[in-house]
């Protein structure tokens, strides 16, 4: 049996060279995991859902969707004191719901206009049906 002295077991430096190896990248991986969002991120999603606040507004959500409009403006404000409280994963959170709740509250807003107009043309096509009636008996 032929051995060769570099199959045998790793020496010392060896071993301490690997353990050095596995401490930085579990030393590397635990701060990229345990490092919350940045204040950039919280910022843009802070930007994002006041937007959409703004824009379903727009949309009339205050009257045709009052409860998730409500909801959007309660968690933008509870997102911005979050966040100047330092508590970056929390505000991130409610940011990026309240945009959610925004975008909801305007498209149920689009809908109801949607659904009001639809019923007023359903009546005019139902009156002129009518008239169109009238004028054959005639």
Do not use: W
Not at 22 to 34: N, Y
Not at 61 to 66: D, G, H, I, T, Y
């Amino acid at each position: 049996m032929i051995t060769n002295s570099r199959f045998k077991q790793p020496g010392p430096v060896r071993r301490l060279a690997s353990l050095g190896v596995v401490t930085l990248t579990l030393f590397f991986l635990s701060a990229c995991a345990s490092s919350g969002p940045s204040i950039s991120t919280v910022d843009q999603s802070m930007t994002r859902a006041t937007t959409a606040v703004a824009q379903a507004e727009e949309a009339g959500a205050r009257e045709l969707a009052p409860l998730a409009f409500s909801e959007a403006q309660d968690k933008v404000r509870d997102a911005k004191k979050a966040a100047a409280e330092g508590d970056h994963p929390k505000a991130l959170q409610l940011a990026e719901e309240a945009e959610v709740d925004a975008e909801y509250a305007e498209a149920k807003a689009v809908t109801a206009k949607a659904e009001k107009a639809a019923a007023e043309v359903q009546e005019s096509i139902k009156t002129l049906r009518e008239e169109i009636v009238k004028k054959q008996v005639n």
